[in-house]
C-alpha cells in the first residue's frame, strides 16, 4: 500500500492512476480527500494515513517554506513506512544558493538524512504550466509570456508521475537523484503557436516585460519564488538547458514531447 500526498494535483492524480493500473492499493491523501484526509501543515493528522505504507509519496506546494519538514519525517518514520519519494525542483539542486528553493533543499536534506530509504525527483518547469494560458486562449485566441524565445526542456507531468510510480514501488531506486526533463528545448512562441496548430486557428502572442510577468505571478505565488523562477526562464544556466536522460532511463521510453501533453490536454483551451 503506498501514501500519495497532493493527490488531486497535475503530478498526484496521475500517479495515484499509474499505481492502481498496476494493481496496487493507494491511500491518495489531500486535505480535502473524502476517504484520507490530512494536511501536510499539520503532520500529526499523517498518523493513521502513514500505518502500514510500503513507500510514501511527499508533494508539497510552493517550495514547501510552511512545512515543518523534520516533523513529517518523523510521522512518516513512526508510521513504519521504510521508503520515502520526495517531489523536490531540479533548482534545488543547479541554483544551491537561491532563496527561493531554500527550504526544497533543507527538505531534501531532511529525507537524505532521515534512515529510510529515500528517491529525490528533481523535475524542470511543468508543461501543465501552460494551462495558465486557458482563457485567454478560449477567449481571445491569445497568450502572454515574458522571454518569448528561451526554450527549456519542460516535462510531463505524467511522466513525473510514471518516475514516481517506479521509485515507490521499487526499492532498487533508493538513494539516486532523478532530473526530470522532457526530450526537448521549447520556448513559449513555439508553445503558442503548437496551441494554434492544434486549434486550427491564430494564437496572438504578447511577449510581456519581466515587469509585467513579475507582477502577475505576485498575484499567486511568494516574492522569492516569482523572483526565483524569472531568473529560471529568463536566464536559464547550461544545467537547466541539459535534456536529461533519466526520464528514459527510468521508464524505458522516450519522454514526452509538449505535442504529446496538449493531445491530451486540447480541450482546456477550445
Do not use: C
Request: no cysteine.
Amino acid at each position: 500500500m503506498y501514501v500519495v500526498t497532493g493527490a488531486t494535483g497535475n503530478v498526484g492524480r496521475p500517479l495515484v492512476a499509474a499505481l492502481e493500473a498496476a494493481g496496487e492499493q493507494v491511500r491518495a491523501v489531500s486535505r480535502s480527500a473524502p476517504r484520507w484526509p490530512a494536511d501536510l501543515a499539520d503532520p500529526e493528522s499523517l498518523r493513521p494515513v502513514v500505518a502500514g505504507a510500503e513507500a510514501f509519496f511527499l508533494l508539497v506546494s510552493g517550495a514547501g517554506a510552511h512545512l515543518d519538514g523534520p516533523a513529517i519525517v518523523d510521522v512518516v518514520k513512526a508510521g513504519g513506512v521504510p521508503r520515502i519519494v520526495l517531489l523536490s525542483s531540479q533548482a534545488a539542486g543547479t541554483r544551491p544558493e537561491a532563496a527561493s528553493h531554500a527550504p526544497l533543499r533543507e527538505l531534501e536534506r531532511t529525507v537524505r538524512e532521515s534512515g529510510l530509504d529515500w528517491v529525490v525527483l528533481r523535475p524542470g518547469g511543468f508543461m501543465s504550466n501552460t494551462f495558465a494560458w486557458a482563457e485567454p486562449v478560449r477567449a481571445h485566441r491569445a497568450v502572454a509570456a515574458p522571454f518569448g524565445d528561451v526554450g527549456l526542456p519542460l516535462v510531463d507531468p505524467a511522466d513525473i508521475a510514471e518516475v514516481a510510480a517506479a521509485a515507490l514501488r521499487d526499492p532498487g531506486h533508493a538513494g539516486r537523484v532523478y532530473e526530470l526533463t522532457g526530450p526537448e528545448l521549447s520556448t513559449p512562441r513555439q508553445r503558442a503557436a503548437e496551441l494554434a496548430r492544434v486549434l486550427g486557428e491564430p494564437v496572438r502572442f504578447t511577449e510581456q516585460t519581466r515587469e509585467q510577468a513579475r507582477e502577475q505571478m505576485l498575484a499567486f505565488m511568494p516574492e522569492p519564488v516569482a523572483d526565483g523562477t524569472l531568473q529560471i526562464i529568463g536566464a536559464p544556466t547550461a544545467a537547466e538547458l541539459r535534456i536529461s536522460p533519466d526520464v528514459p532511463r527510468v521508464l524505458d521510453r522516450p519522454a514526452r514531447t509538449f505535442a504529446d501533453w496538449l493531445g491530451r490536454h486540447v480541450d482546456a483551451f477550445r
